[in-house]
Structure formats: C-alpha cells, structure tokens
C-alpha cells in the first residue's frame, strides 16, 4: 500500500536563503504529489501539487520536484520569508480516493 | 459558500462517553474524508467516503465508526472513547483525486 517517509522533522532557515523538504514513497504506481501548509491553529491548505508523467513544477518561489526512478519527491521554497514558518506535510495518492500524507516538517524562518 | 463545517470545534470526553463529529460541504463534493491530527504523526486518515451511501477504512480505522447517509455530511462516531482518541480531527471533501479542502477541526480530549 502507499507508505511516505518525510524528512526533515524541522527546519531552520534564515530569511531569504533557501528550504529544501524531501519525502520519499514504496509504491512505485503512487501517481499524484501534493504539498500542503499548515499555519500554527490553522487547517492544511494545499500549495502545490505534481503528476506522475511531470518531473517539476514551480509556482513563484515554490517548486516541486519528482524522481520517479528514485521514488522521491522534494518541496523547494526560495527567498524564504517569516511568513513561510508552518508546518509542511507531502502526500500521494494511486489513482486511488485517498490521500495518504507524510509526518510533517516544521519550517522556522529567522529574520 | 461556506466550505466544510466541523462541529463541535471543541469537546471534553470521559472514558467510555460516546459521541458524533458532523463534517458539512456546500461544495458539492463526492468524496469526504476524517483525518486525526498528532504531534510527530501528521495526519491520518481514519475513514472516507467516495459518495452518498458509501464509506471505507483508512489507515487507522479502529474504534470509530462513520455514515455517510447524505452527499454533503460526514458523520464520524466514537462509541466508547478512550485516552488514545485525544486528537484533532480534520474534516475533509474533495470533487475527485485532487486538492482537499480542510475543516476548521475539531479538538477532542478524552479524559
């Protein structure tokens, strides 16, 4: 069944450098690659998200990058801000109706 | 346009009460989901449902129970709580295998 491994467990980062969360997956047939954020006391909000048949995709200072031989996917953010301080969460899913998600990473961004 | 709707936001249980979490959707949504949230485990799916009538285990379905009986509700029961089930619990729909919208969740406390 579809297992994620998500590392680090938290990140520290000073502003304006960049944060890099990776999160490998078993399953070889998982096909769908989303990335949520988390604010403290807040609901998940999805951020970006990525398909098996695409290697990266990006949206301002976000990106998602897959390596589908190597089975992991990786969250970049650049030019880091405080307000980039949440918890992020990586997920798949298999062509499936749910959507198994990864432990956590606690991004801290320092001014 | 509401989006999903938990209640009760916040709850105090003793060993063995039970009790029910409605989810609410005005979004039209098939699929719903009941994700429990701890520290160190990011989310776990509990149960999900692909539409009116149907539901399914996820990865931690033990000791709760669910009904999906109307398109836009997802119940979820605890018919003898235990310590273990202190959590908060995040309701969940999406219109198919992509971006989950998230409730507020709800906090319960088992004592």
């Known amino acids: 069944g579809e297992n994620v491994e998500q590392h680090p467990s938290t990140l520290s980062v000073q502003e304006g450098d960049s944060a890099v969360i990776k999160c490998t997956y078993s399953d070889s047939a998982s096909n769908y690659f989303p990335w949520y954020k988390q604010e403290l006391g807040k609901r998940p909000q999805l951020i970006i998200d990525?398909?098996?048949?695409?290697g990266e995709k990006k949206d301002q200072r976000i990106a998602v990058t897959l390596n589908k031989t190597a089975k992991h996917f990786s969250l970049h953010i650049t030019e880091t801000q405080p307000e980039d301080s949440a918890v992020y969460f990586c997920?798949?899913?298999?062509?499936?109706?749910?959507?198994?998600f990864g432990t956590g990473t606690r991004l801290q961004v320092f001014p | 346009n509401a989006g999903v709707t938990q209640t009760p936001k916040f709850r105090v249980l003793k060993t063995g009460q039970s009790m029910t979490l409605l989810c609410a959707q005005d979004m039209n949504h098939e699929y719903m989901y009941w994700y429990r949230q701890d520290p160190g485990m990011g989310l776990r799916l509990i149960h999900y449902?692909?539409?009116?009538?149907?539901?399914a285990k996820g990865e931690v379905p033990d000791g709760y129970n669910v009904s999906r009986l109307k398109k836009q509700n997802f119940l979820l029961g605890l018919e003898s709580a235990a310590p273990s089930q202190t959590s908060v619990y995040f309701c969940?729909?999406?219109?198919?295998?992509?971006?989950?919208?998230f409730g507020e969740g709800s906090r319960l406390t088992v004592l």
């Open positions: 997920a798949l899913s298999y062509n499936t109706d749910k959507l198994i």
């Open positions: 969940a729909s999406s219109y198919a295998t992509g971006e989950l919208f």
């Open positions: 990525i398909r098996s048949n695409v």
């Open positions: 449902s692909v539409g009116e009538g149907t539901t």
